[in-house]
């Protein structure tokens, strides 16, 4: 019995004294930092909030993975070890990268772990944007440039060399920890400080890059609507409409800078909303723009009253929308097919009636050429006797003795000249056709049917063949004038109908005239034909001078 309660007490004691041994302080974690190093340089690691210079020898120990406690050796001799609580890493690689943990118990038994990242690259990776400390950016025109910790801590402590890179270009002159650059604006960049130091009689480089930014200066201006312009937009019932506030705000205030829709005094749903916000480059101008989409507009929509809000640092702006129906364009296109028709019917009218309206203004138009034209006669008759059968003989004769005068003269106050009435007998008529054609302001042909294969022909009694045969002298004295001097204007009147030849007897010059216009037809079998104001005298008198010709002496004349 003895025996079994002396075993008993060996065993308390044996367990008791192994865990005093094994037990540990319970250890509180610190925060934890992380580091991307390049392999070509030294890292030299103190955590500050943990070291106390005041007492340097301040029990320090290093492991790598927390997990399994990796000792960190404290050989000055090995490329990573620790020495008075802090980390050296001297020619690294990747192997070195991982998970490390500083563990610090201070006299009074307390225990603090601080943890700490650190990982290695490949120094092809220099000048990368992941290895900087951070941007420097504000609206200062001249900047400071500190060399980061820990490279700048690593120099003081070693009593190293500073040296500065602008995107991987040397800086000389420039040795000093802060890097002063003046005018940001034209010397923006990643700037890299290295630090050139001595462990152990070895050198080592350590360095940590900074990218410099110009941030441009705040401007707050008055809020200034853009969008929209207007009090009305127009839209199509049914369709989809998309409302734009678009606003100025002022030069970079993004933060202070806020577009929105109210729909009868209530915000506007957010699933019918969109923001966006951009500066406009390189002037840096703030405009903050929200749409609103109306996917299908409806009657409702017509009533509702839609306002732009802008709200800036310190002002406050707002202006309202409405939308109106499009005007239906059916009005329009009725209101322009009946323009066209009156245009049409209006020309119509005009092509028709125009013979009648000239007519109905030639007396309150007096012509300026008609003051200084001191011609005597209106127009120079010429016919055709020779080779027209009987009943054309007559009916040319009846033309020429009663109707013509009768309108153009009595009627009208025409004043013609006709051969075998206004020229005297014995008198050279080559000479008084020459003069009295110069002396008149028209040449009117009348045209008759060509001579038939057994018509009769006619000495001419009424009117004297020899006067004024085809082709006579007369004839040519007056295509003369119309063709070739272009003195005077023809009229054409056709007598009777030209049957199945046409014109192709009568000379060339009086088919190119008639091909020029085609020749009034004398109605001669119409009722109203002899009638001054009938269709036919209506053509003739149109061509006719506006104003007859003054009445003068026959003596002037000859």
């Known amino acids: 019995m003895e025996a079994f309660r002396l075993l008993f007490l060996v065993v308390v004691v044996i367990s008791t004294s192994e865990c005093s041994e094994t037990t540990?302080?319970?250890?509180?974690?610190?925060?934890?930092?992380?580091?991307?190093?390049?392999?070509?340089?030294?890292?030299?690691?103190?955590?500050?909030?943990?070291?106390?210079?005041?007492?340097?020898?301040?029990?320090?120990?290093?492991?790598?993975?927390?997990?399994?406690?990796?000792?960190?050796?404290?050989?000055?001799?090995?490329?990573?070890?620790?020495?008075?609580?802090?980390?050296?890493?001297?020619?690294?690689?990747?192997?070195?990268?991982?998970?490390?943990?500083?563990?610090?118990?201070?006299?009074?038994?307390?225990?603090?772990?601080?943890h700490v990242n650190i990982n290695f690259f490949s120094a092809s990776y220099?000048?990368?944007?992941?290895?900087?400390?951070?941007?420097?950016?504000?609206?200062?025109?001249?900047?400071?440039?500190?060399?980061?910790?820990?490279?700048?801590?690593?120099?003081?402590?070693?009593?190293?060399?500073?040296?500065?890179?602008?995107?991987?270009?040397?800086?000389?002159?420039?040795?000093?920890?802060?890097?002063?650059?003046?005018?940001?604006t034209k010397h923006e960049g990643m700037y890299t400080c290295i630090c050139t130091w001595t462990h152990n009689h070895k050198v080592y480089n350590s360095s940590a890059s900074r990218r410099l930014k110009h941030k441009g200066l705040h401007k707050h201006d008055d809020i200034q609507i853009l969008t929209p312009s207007n009090k009305e937009q127009v839209a199509d019932e049914g369709l989809k409409i998309i409302l734009n506030c678009s606003i100025y705000c002022g030069v970079n205030v993004k933060r202070d800078c806020d577009a929105s829709w109210l729909v009868n005094g209530n915000p506007a749903k957010k699933m019918d909303i969109s923001t966006k916000m951009f500066m406009v480059n390189p002037s840096n101008i703030t405009i903050s723009t929200t749409i609103l989409t109306i996917d299908k507009v409806s009657a409702k929509h017509f009533q509702d009253k839609f306002?732009?809000?802008?709200?800036?640092?310190?002002?406050?702006?707002?202006?309202?929308?409405?939308?109106?129906?499009?005007?239906?364009?059916?009005?329009?296109?009725?209101?322009?097919?009946?323009?066209?028709?009156?245009?049409?019917?209006?020309?119509?009218?005009?092509?028709?009636?125009?013979?009648?309206?000239?007519?109905?203004?030639?007396?309150?138009?007096?012509l300026r050429s008609r003051n200084e034209d001191a011609r005597l006669y209106d127009a120079y008759v010429v016919y055709q006797t020779q080779g027209i059968d009987k009943g054309t003989e007559n009916t040319l004769s009846m033309f020429i003795t009663k109707s013509l005068p009768s309108v153009l003269e009595k009627k009208c106050g025409y004043r013609l000249f006709l051969h075998g009435r206004d020229d005297i007998p014995g008198e050279d008529r080559l000479?008084?056709?020459?003069?009295?054609?110069?002396?008149?302001?028209?040449?009117?042909?009348?045209?008759?049917?060509?001579?038939?294969?057994?018509?009769?022909?006619?000495?001419?009694?009424?009117?004297?063949?020899?006067?004024?045969?085809?082709?006579?002298?007369?004839?040519?004295?007056?295509?003369?004038?119309?063709?070739?001097?272009?003195?005077?204007?023809?009229?054409?009147?056709q007598l009777g109908d030209t049957g199945p030849e046409g014109y192709t007897h009568l000379p060339p010059g009086v088919q190119h005239l008639i091909r020029k216009s085609a020749p009034i037809r004398w109605p001669e079998c119409s009722q109203g034909a002899a009638a001054w104001n009938s269709r036919f005298w209506k053509k003739v008198r149109y061509l006719m001078p506006a104003t007859p010709a003054k009445k003068r002496a026959l003596s002037d004349i000859i």
């Not at 301040?58 to 620790?82: A, C, L």
């Not at 490279?151 to 040795?175: A, D, H, I, M, R």
């Not at 640092?313 to 309202?320: C, Q, R, V």
Request: glycine share 6%; net charge negative; charged share 20%.
């Open 24 to 114: 540990q302080p319970e250890c509180k974690d610190l925060d934890t930092e992380t580091f991307r190093i390049l392999e070509d340089e030294a890292f030299y690691f103190v955590p500050l909030t943990l070291f106390d210079p005041n007492n340097p020898n301040v029990n320090f120990t290093w492991y790598k993975n927390s997990s399994q406690f990796e000792k960190i050796s404290s050989d000055e001799r090995d490329r990573v070890h620790f020495h008075g609580g802090a980390l050296f890493f001297l020619n690294p690689d990747s192997a070195d990268s991982g998970h490390y943990t500083a563990r610090k118990i201070s006299s009074s038994g307390k225990c603090y772990n601080y």
């Open 126 to 184: 220099r000048g990368s944007e992941a290895f900087t400390y951070g941007p420097i950016e504000n609206s200062d025109l001249n900047k400071k440039i500190p060399c980061p910790d820990p490279v700048s801590y690593t120099c003081k402590t070693f009593k190293g060399n500073f040296t500065w890179y602008k995107e991987l270009n040397l800086l000389p002159g420039k040795n000093e920890e802060n890097l002063w650059v003046n005018d940001v």
């Open 307 to 366: 306002m732009c809000v802008g709200v800036g640092f310190n002002t406050y702006k707002t202006a309202s929308l409405t939308l109106k129906r499009r005007e239906s364009i059916t009005p329009l296109v009725i209101g322009g097919v009946c323009v066209l028709l009156f245009c049409v019917i209006a020309a119509m009218l005009v092509k028709w009636f125009a013979i009648d309206l000239t007519l109905f203004f030639r007396p309150f138009c007096t």
């Open 431 to 493: 000479e008084v056709v020459e003069k009295c054609m110069r002396q008149s302001r028209r040449l009117m042909v009348l045209l008759t049917p060509g001579s038939g294969s057994g018509s009769e022909t006619t000495d001419g009694d009424l009117l004297p063949p020899q006067t004024s045969a085809i082709g006579g002298f007369d004839w040519q004295v007056g295509l003369h004038h119309a063709l070739v001097q272009r003195e005077m204007n023809v009229i054409l009147i």
